[in-house]
């Protein structure tokens, strides 16, 4: 091992290993993950050549050749936990992207939650057995999140009781989803249902698109892929174009809504239904940005106390670049970062499986806080992670731009979740949606629970900004529950402030829709407040659930650091507000960097606690052994354009240049 | 609106073949584009060479970009040979010369996918660096091309910390002679362009030895492989370092040197010599050596990033007319994306952050030429304050690109992570700008270092450089805004930055100081600091390019139309810094609370004025859509046309496709392992005609492509009352649209290597079995 790894982690204060354990939930789950992980990582099959070698339609071959054999063998180990899947998955695929993903989670969930009785018996078995492997096609070239203005149409024929399926404009191609362009046989289609003249919304569909057997596209379907992309290289994300093509009546997935023989309509009983998918969804998104991060700190991390640079004393060798003030100003903030995205993503996960139990017994009065919230941390930590996951890399030098580095894939991969699922910005509006729907619930005498309580603090009447401001500034930067209070009359403040100049723009114009979005920057600001509240929050609250001393005052530092650097990054609110003062404004900077002195010794076991395997991690220079610049060297000498001493374009066009001029 | 009187592809036909969407919003400039293009180019004249020569490339199909978005690592680089070697056919032919205008202009129109770029740098620092007798002996070879050069200086393991590098070169009198080692794996050669499989020849940067002293570093010209077979001399280790984020037409590479020995005269000597005797003799300045970089960081700020900038505007911008989403209004037609607040929040200051840049390039190119002057008459006098001004604009310029870009692209939603788009490849080349010459945070400590002296030379009376010579200018107190209306008086938020620059440096200043006075080491105390320098840095840059933006407003007086919209971005540019940094501004009181409220009233303000020129604005870049190979982006605006045409010539969908009226229906009873398929004959019937009644009660996209005359064949060609809505798969969709989406005519097919594109198949050769395989599971 490097030394100077060596002696990072001897010096650690505390022991690694019992954060692994919180971080799973448990030491008896660090020891299965492992134990899956390690059926992987011993297995000569998953064994492969370097990604970054391979053309695109290489990898997509390769990740198609892991599933199959990844599937045959859960079966043959008996893994059917959907955790130890995910660990099994994560350990073969890297992060990668998977083509026949969206199979075992969109459309096998779609048709177990969405299939009639009937319809499960008739479409779930050849499913489970992968004669059919199913994508989930919604979005479509002309419309992304915005779900009703999706143009495919599904019109009934009550003649033949059969629906046909148009994509009747370029813009209502679909396009982009998983695995349609060469994998599936098979996609669930959202579709604008017509029935006896009238518009219906839109309903999802079983479509087959491929031959059985011979996999060719079927008539009247033209299906592919749609080109190369800044990441997902190995997905075939495809596009699908409909015409005139006739499906059976009992086709459109029917548990909440039905058309008859006759092609009469039966109205679902709650729209609210899917909302309990997206929030999974998101929850997973979160929890992606966690883990997504976190690698990028450890590669981060770990490099910069094996990389030497430049000279802090004159004379004295070259320092780790990790001793650099703004080296630890860039990655120690991200650090705790991620650690407090890791408990909101283990906190959703927690309350969808919660609120998942109260839906099955028809409860379904939590859900649109919940999808609402949701929507808004789903946005803050993916753009917080992409952005991070970038400061990285570029903290990582030059030497993070080389695909050895696994910064430039991490981040690729990243960075479409700030865009799928949602995009952000159309998040962070849903959650102001619900804010401004609490925060005039409160002006009218309501109370309101759950997250969003502190607006109650506000008690009924309009407390004006100076009042905040009047209030004695108690605030602590010692106390993380003393600075969740502040990023808490932050929140209130700045929703305050929203929902005044939205009632200003509503006195002045017409239309409610022109008000909400001549506020939209106002608004996206207060969900993003709210949100860093909620997050801020919910690091303080594990931090009382840590037992072991030595871990409790190493993650004590992490949380203030989040908290604190979070504020020095928007003093502006803060002071603007009165939450804080000049004089406390200067001490928040000061204490951010006196954090990072107090940090620094623990960084590499901090990040050694993810505990993510060399595999895992595919980089060069996050390697666990330091060992960095030789295997760098190895690394480079397997690139394509070595494959030869000289390359022929020396033959084919410098030679005779040279000979020309 | 502006007439394109020019061979460009899709301009030549004026607006009539434009996206309605579009073509509304050139209707109603402010401005004449036309102009604004004239004056960014420099003068009309420039703007028409440019065209010409733009016109010149863009004909050419040697020269055609269609498949780069397709490409392998190989065949990227192999291209970039090709074409570089071809420009030089191609400049040859026109009588286009290496110092002419036009070079500049055919790099603009290629967008920089071209081998050699190195090969300048390593012209470059024998122009600067070497004696006459040098410049004489090598440059006529490198300008013809028997030599191929390049520039190696970082080594694997140290990059911005010159003094660290590890390459020797020892000097031995007896044979007069250096010889030069790579000592240990970290002293190899890494990441060079042009190093890996291209250059014969390289500058290296070593340690200068001579009777066991170390002299620093200094340039070596060495060769590196045969001019004959082009294999690699004796005691070199050379070869390329693996795939990129992007630059992989590029050859970075990496240089190992086992005992090579070249002669005296191959050290680069217009500043220090070593005589045969092995006497060192040294002139100029310290700082020399960074010559040369200051030189690159120039000139890639003109030619690798700032106009990336301007082109991922351009694209977000008009994909954000042409995109609809969601509704405004019930009841309206969807939106046009840029409606929006929050979009328009995103990519206007950008535009304006573009626009600054743009200026600002202007004003470093003219500093930098008289300093250059200077040196090269060895007057070093400015060189410390060019070395600050070039490093600290590199880094926050090209940290404001990058960041930029990025925006531009997420801005753009799903479609923006399409390779498609043009936005990934643009992304990921600013990407490398942040660490490249120079890593920023490192820049940013040296032009902190820098004012930091300046700043001391004012406490002491002495005269400070012209960029730094704001902080003499007294204190005044408070902002002197009143309404929400002075925030658009440069005066007021100019003062605002410069206070926010002298306040932040003297700060750092005062507090260094105090660790000082404290008994912290110099060393000590300057690291506890750095955070606060690189913000006092970067407010200090902020303010440079605020100031230039204002004065270019003023200059441009005589342009009445213009100065009013240019005034407007360069309101909007100042306050959405303030806007995005309100702590630096309120923290010490300058500007207060309520004056913050009107800052943030003024700044929403300035979106919705801006967004009513936003085209035009773009349009004022004049790049080509060549140039910007996006299939968002293009002049005409037919987005979705050019994404689903473009995903077709994608190496894995080149298969014959299915063809005619074919009904599948699903007729299977219950699950089986086989599902036969019925396939029936087109039956257009009144369901369909009902289909189309319903659907003309709501304005659709079917009706408004049936109003546009380039989209009416979408329909069938027949007008709204057509019973087929699909467009006609009897036909390869190529030929659905009514010209060729990309000048392909002559561009052979012949780059698609992929493995996927060599079968004729229908059907992937690569998966299906595997596919087969998860099928036939139990």
Known sequence: ?661 | MAQWNRSGYFRSSGSRDVNPDLDGERQTASFSVERLTAILDGGADNTRTRRAVEAVIHSDPGFSRENQYFQSQNERYETAVRKSVYLKEKMHQMGWTEDGPEIKYCYRALGGDLAFNVHRVFKNSILALGTDEQIAKWIPLADKYHIIGTYAQTELGHGTFLRGLETTAIFDISTQEFTLNTPKISAMKWWPGDLGRSATHAVVFAQLYIKGKCYGLHAFILQIRSLHDHSPAPGVIVGDIGPKMNFEHIDNGYLMLQNINIPRENMLSRFSQVLPDGTYMKQGSDKINYLTMIITRVQILWTEVIPMLLKACTIAIRYSVVRRQSKLNPGDPEAKILDYQTQQQKLLPLLATAYAFHFMNAYVNEFYNKGYTEIKQENFDSLPELHALTSGLKAIITEYCTAGAEVCLRACGGHGYSALSGLPFLYTKLAASCTYEGENTVLFLQTARFLVKCLAAVHSGQPIPPSAAYLYSVDSGKCQAWTKMDFLRPDIYGEAYRHRATRLLGNAATKLQALVQSGAEQHEAWNQCTVQLVQAAKAHCHYIVVKNFIDTVEKLRNEAEIQKIVKHLCDLFALHGIFSNTGEFLHAGYISGDQMDMVTASYLDLLAIIRNDAVPLVDAFDFTDESLNSALGSYDGHVYQRLYEWAQKSPTNQQVRTVGYCHGVWGSQGPAPSFPAIHRDSQPDGNTEGLLDNRNTVPSRACRYNQDPSARFLCGGQGAKTPNLGFPVSSPPAQNFKKPLQPTPSSPPRLLLSPLSSSPAKVSPGPTPLLAQVSSLK
């Not at chain 1, 489970?128 to 002309?142: P, R, S």
């Not at chain 1, 283990?346 to 099955?360: E, L, P, Q, S, V």
């Not at chain 1, 840590?546 to 650097?565: G, Q, S, T």
Request: aromatic share 10%; hydrophobic share 35%; glycine share 6%.
């Open chain 1, 1 to 661: 091992m490097n030394k100077d790894l060596r002696r990072e982690r001897d010096s650690a204060s505390f022991n690694p290993e019992l954060l692994t354990h919180i971080l799973d939930g448990g030491a008896e789950r660090t020891r299965r993950r492992r134990e899956i992980e390690a059926l992987v990582l011993n297995d000569p099959d998953f064994q492969h050549e370097d990604l970054n070698f391979l053309s695109r339609s290489q990898r997509y071959e390769e990740a198609i050749r892991k599933s199959a054999l990844m599937v045959v063998k859960l079966r043959e180990y008996g893994i059917a936990d959907p955790d130890e899947i995910y660990w099994f998955k994560r350990t073969c695929q890297g992060s990668f992207a998977e083509p026949i993903g969206l199979h075992f989670s969109m459309f096998t969930n779609t048709l177990q939650n969405q299939c009639s009785l009937a319809q499960q018996d008739k479409w779930l078995p050849p499913t489970y057995g992968l004669q059919i492997i199913g994508t989930y096609a919604q979005t479509e070239m002309g419309h992304g999140t915005h779900l009703r203005g999706l143009e495919t149409t599904a019109t009934y024929d009550p003649t033949t009781q059969e629906f046909i399926l148009n994509s009747p404009t370029v813009t209502s191609i679909k396009w982009w989803p998983g695995g349609l362009g060469k994998t599936s046989n098979h996609a669930i289609v959202l579709a604008q249902l017509y029935t006896q003249g009238q518009c219906k919304g839109l309903h999802a569909f079983i479509v087959p698109i491929r031959q059985l057997g011979t996999h060719e596209p079927l008539p009247g379907i033209t299906v592919g892929d749609i080109g190369p992309k800044f990441g997902y290289d190995e997905m075939d994300n495809g596009y699908l174009k409909m015409d005139n093509f006739r499906i059976p009546r009992e086709n459109m997935l029917m548990k909440y809504a039905k058309v008859e023989p006759d092609g009469t309509y039966v109205k679902p009983v709650s729209d609210k239904l899917t909302y309990g998918t997206m929030v999974f969804i998101r929850s997973l998104i979160v929890g992606d940005s966690a883990r997504s991060l976190s690698r990028a700190c450890t590669i981060a991390i770990r490099y910069s106390s094996v990389r030497h640079q430049s000279e802090l004393k004159p004379g004295d060798p070259e320092p780790q670049i990790l001793d650099y003030q703004t080296q630890q100003y860039k990655l120690f903030p991200l650090l705790a970062t991620a650690y407090a995205f890791h408990f909101v993503g283990a906190y959703m996960k927690k309350t969808y499986h919660r609120i998942t139990g109260d839906i099955n017994q028809g409860d379904l009065s939590q859900l649109p806080e919940l999808h609402a919230l949701t929507a808004g941390l789903k946005a803050f930590t993916s753009w917080t992670a992409n952005a991070g996951i970038e400061e990285c890399r570029m903290a990582c030098g030059g030497h993070g731009y080389s695909r050895c580095s696994g910064l430039p894939d991490i981040y690729v991969t990243f960075t479409p979740s700030c865009t799928y699922e949602g995009e952000n910005t159309v998040m962070m509006l849903q959650t102001a949606r619900f804010l401004i729907k609490s925060y005039t619930q409160v002006s009218s005498g309501q109370l309101v629970s759950g997250m969003v309580s502190y607006l109650n603090d506000l008690s009924g009447q309009h407390i004006q900004p100076q009042q905040v401001a009047a209030r004695p500034t108690t605030v602590h930067i010692n106390d993380p529950a003393s600075l969740v209070e502040a990023y808490k009359l932050r929140a209130s403040r700045l929703v305050e402030a929203a929902a005044k100049n939205l009632k200003a723009e509503l006195n002045r114009r017409k239309s409610q829709e022109d008000a909400w979005n001549r506020t939209s920057v106002d608004l996206v600001r207060a969900s993003e407040a709210h949100c860093h509240y909620v997050v801020v929050k919910l690091f303080t609250t594990q931090l009382s659930e840590i037992n072991d001393a030595a871990v409790h005052a190493v993650m004590n530092n992490l949380c203030l650091l989040y908290a604190l650097y979070g504020i020095s990054k928007h003093t502006g609110d803060f002071l603007q507000a009165g939450i804080l003062t000049d004089a406390q404004v200067t001490q928040v900077y000061q204490r951010v960097k006196e954090l990072l002195t107090a940090i620094r010794p623990n960084a590499v076991a901090l990040v050694d606690a993810f505990d993510f395997h060399d595999n895992h991690l595919g980089s060069v220079l996050g390697r666990y052994d330091g060992n960095i610049y030789e295997n760098m060297f190895e690394w480079a000498k397997k690139s394509p354009l070595n494959k030869t001493e000289v390359h022929e374009s020396f033959h084919k066009h410098l030679k005779p240049m040279q000979a020309k001029l």
